[in-house]
């Protein structure tokens, strides 16, 4: 028997293992998060002539089709990038009161970093420096020991959800409805440690750093540094997290710290958090500037090229709902009545009223609306339809918030990004 034919047997059986349900994800999961590049000729089962030039961070695209095993412990989610890692969650799965780890959106700007992945959070320490008066250097149990400790449920929801809608269309990650969650975090105040600190008069904005890793893997260029008006950050919702849903926080999502800014796009809850800088002025930090998470500061024609001193940071989020039941496409019989809920949530706070039509918008129904579990949670609402006769339909959902601002039909204020679409959410059903 020659050592080329045990070779290719050999090989045959890994091809066969990486490609069968049994065993491959485990194999890919090892892979993904143990093993160097050497490990990848061996599960595809052949040669990988070039392997050596694969870059840190990139995954393969023979491995990087099934999401579940780029992020372990996730279910059901829409792989859109892998470098950085993003993926949205079907509106369906997002049913739950209380978004759990495995329903909930990843959106990375760099990579993971190894204490994260290890969940080693000895020695980590949180700065807090700047314009003010004492600065603080604290450590994990430092924060769960010297301030009070708090548990909300609160909103996370990505700048660009929605941007796949845009026309023309915006560059980045094409988000459709599911870049939002809503987990339980367990943390302290921001407010609270700002005040130990002594913030200055003089403060203005805070700039957020964290201890991920640059795709280019250079560890002296910050990854993303984004910040808050002080009078945001001094508002009594915004938390430094140390726990999601009762368990430390998973390394997809900041571990061990990360800050949750409710109201604001989610590029402002900075993960991996180590330092919070207090300055004299807006943040001038990585992605801050220019298009990043920014908007015209005026409305602009689709597809007009805006100048970078005509765009303003984006902040607070618009209203906003999502029909979770039923699964858009479900069959229904004519003439009965079909219960429909979801989710609705505003950057401001609570929401007033959640509408539902089935006429494509000429008759509205106002649906049962939950109160908040705490301010910036998101609120359940439910209704009941009852399509008339055999045919195809949809269901719109129109969120108003506490001001009269309802969700629009279409897409609005089209800027170069897709930042801040929240269209009113519609699913299909079939009447037989």
Same mark, same amino acid.
């Given at each position: 028997?020659?050592?080329?034919?045990?070779?290719?047997?050999?090989?045959?059986?890994?091809?066969?293992?990486?490609?069968?349900?049994?065993?491959?994800?485990?194999?890919?999961?090892?892979?993904?998060?143990?093993?160097?590049?050497?490990?990848?000729?061996?599960?595809?089962?052949?040669?990988?002539?070039?392997?050596?030039?694969?870059?840190?961070?990139?995954?393969?695209? +023979? /491995?990087? $089709? *099934? @999401? %579940?095993?780029?992020?372990?412990?996730?279910? #059901?989610?829409?792989?859109?990038?892998?470098?950085?890692?993003?993926?949205?969650?079907?509106?369906?799965?997002?049913?739950?009161?209380?978004?759990?780890?495995?329903?909930?959106?990843?959106?990375?700007?760099?990579?993971?970093?190894?204490? +994260? /992945?290890? $969940? *080693? @959070? %000895?020695?980590?320490?949180?700065?807090?420096? #700047?314009?003010?008066?004492?600065?603080?250097?604290?450590?994990?149990?430092?924060?769960?020991?010297?301030?009070?400790?708090?548990?909300?449920?609160?909103?996370?929801?990505?700048?660009?959800?929605?941007?796949?809608?845009?026309?023309?269309? +915006?560059?980045?990650?094409?988000?459709?409805?599911?870049?939002?969650?809503?987990?339980?975090?367990?943390?302290?105040?921001?407010?609270?440690?700002?005040?130990?600190?002594?913030?200055?008069?003089?403060?203005?904005?805070?700039?957020?750093?964290?201890?991920?890793?640059?795709?280019?893997?250079?560890?002296?260029?910050?990854?993303?540094?984004?910040?808050?008006?002080?009078?945001?950050?001094?508002?009594?919702?915004?938390?430094?997290?140390?726990?999601?849903?009762?368990?430390?926080?998973?390394?997809?999502?900041?571990?061990?710290?990360?800050?949750?800014?409710?109201?604001?796009?989610?590029?402002?809850?900075?993960?991996?958090?180590?330092?919070?800088?207090?300055?004299?002025?807006?943040?001038?930090?990585?992605?801050?500037?220019?298009?990043?998470?920014?908007?015209?500061?005026?409305?602009?024609?689709?597809?007009?090229?805006?100048?970078?001193?005509?765009?303003?940071?984006?902040?607070?989020?618009?209203?906003?709902?999502?029909?979770?039941?039923?699964?858009?496409?479900?069959?229904?019989?004519?003439?009965?009545?079909?219960?429909?809920?979801?989710?609705?949530?505003?950057?401001?706070?609570?929401?007033?009223?959640?509408?539902?039509?089935?006429?494509?918008?000429?008759?509205?129904?106002?649906?049962?609306?939950?109160?908040?579990?705490?301010?910036?949670?998101?609120?359940?609402?439910?209704?009941?339809?009852?399509?008339?006769?055999?045919?195809?339909?949809?269901?719109?959902?129109?969120?108003?918030?506490?001001?009269?601002?309802?969700?629009?039909?279409?897409?609005?204020?089209?800027?170069?990004?897709?930042?801040?679409?929240?269209?009113?959410?519609?699913?299909?059903?079939?009447?037989?």
């Amino acid at each position: 028997m020659s050592g080329m034919d045990e070779d290719a047997r050999t090989g045959s059986r890994i091809r066969n293992r990486v490609e069968s349900n049994e065993g491959a994800r485990e194999d890919r999961r090892d892979f993904l998060r143990y093993t160097g590049l050497t490990a990848f000729g061996a599960l595809v089962g052949m040669t990988v002539p070039f392997e050596r030039n694969l870059p840190s961070g990139f995954v393969p695209v +023979a /491995l990087a $089709q *099934d @999401a %579940e095993q780029l992020m372990p412990g996730k279910q #059901g989610l829409k792989l859109l990038n892998d470098r950085p890692l993003n993926a949205e969650t079907p509106a369906h799965l997002l049913d739950d009161e209380i978004t759990p780890y495995e329903r909930l959106f990843v959106r990375a700007n760099g990579l993971v970093p190894q204490s +994260a /992945l290890d $969940q *080693d @959070a %000895e020695g980590w320490t949180l700065t807090i420096d #700047g314009e003010v008066k004492n600065p603080l250097e604290l450590s994990i149990d430092d924060l769960k020991s010297q301030f009070e400790n708090v548990t909300s449920r609160l909103v996370i929801e990505c700048g660009g959800n929605g941007r796949a809608f845009f026309q023309p269309g +915006a560059s980045g990650n094409q988000w459709t409805v599911g870049a939002v969650g809503c987990p339980e975090w367990t943390g302290v105040r921001l407010a609270d440690v700002l005040k130990k600190a002594g913030v200055k008069d003089s403060a203005v904005y805070t700039g957020h750093y964290g201890k991920d890793v640059h795709l280019s893997g250079n560890p002296e260029e910050d990854v993303i540094s984004r910040g808050v008006p002080i009078e945001k950050a001094l508002e009594p919702d915004a938390i430094i997290a140390w726990a999601m849903n009762g368990e430390p926080i998973p390394a997809l999502h900041g571990f061990p710290l990360r800050l949750i800014i409710p109201g604001y796009p989610a590029s402002a809850s900075h993960k991996f958090l180590t330092r919070i800088w207090v300055r004299d002025r807006e943040h001038d930090g990585a992605k801050m500037t220019g298009y990043s998470y920014r908007m015209p500061a005026r409305p602009v024609a689709p597809g007009t090229e805006v100048p970078e001193s005509e765009m303003v940071v984006m902040t607070t989020m618009p209203v906003k709902s999502l029909i979770t039941f039923p699964e858009t496409g479900s069959s229904v019989s004519a003439g009965q009545s079909t219960e429909v809920r979801g989710h609705a949530w505003d950057g401001k706070g609570d929401v007033a009223s959640v509408h539902v039509s089935i006429d494509f918008g000429q008759t509205w129904t106002e649906a049962e609306l939950e109160p908040p579990a705490n301010k910036f949670a998101w609120q359940r609402w439910r209704t009941h339809v009852t399509l008339p006769e055999s045919g195809y339909y949809e269901v719109w959902a129109r969120a108003t918030n506490s001001e009269g601002v309802s969700q629009p039909p279409v897409v609005p204020g089209w800027n170069p990004r897709g930042y801040g679409n929240n269209m009113q959410h519609r699913i299909a059903m079939i009447a037989t």
